[in-house]
């Protein structure tokens, strides 16, 4: 049930370019759901040249603003 872009549309990101899957000049959406909350995970990856997210950059992201969220 934590279901985003594509044809799902349990929640609905924008003001910026959103993935699913680490990739660069994006921001990395990641849905998670317990027995009672459900968490979502950005990760600004606007700006850096890798795709490697947990590889350490030598510039910092992109500053993003006015992102909104419809679940």
Not at 9 to 28: D, M, R, V
Not at 29 to 51: A, F, P, W, Y
């Amino acid at each position: 049930m934590t279901h985003a872009n594509g044809i799902n549309t349990e929640y609905i990101f924008s003001g910026g370019y959103f993935s699913s899957y680490p990739k660069e000049q994006s921001i990395w959406t990641q849905i998670r759901e317990t027995d009672n909350c459900k968490v979502i995970h950005l990760v600004n990856m606007m700006g850096i040249d890798s795709d490697i997210w947990n590889e350490e950059k030598n510039d910092k992201p992109k500053k993003i603003k006015e992102i909104k969220i419809k679940a």
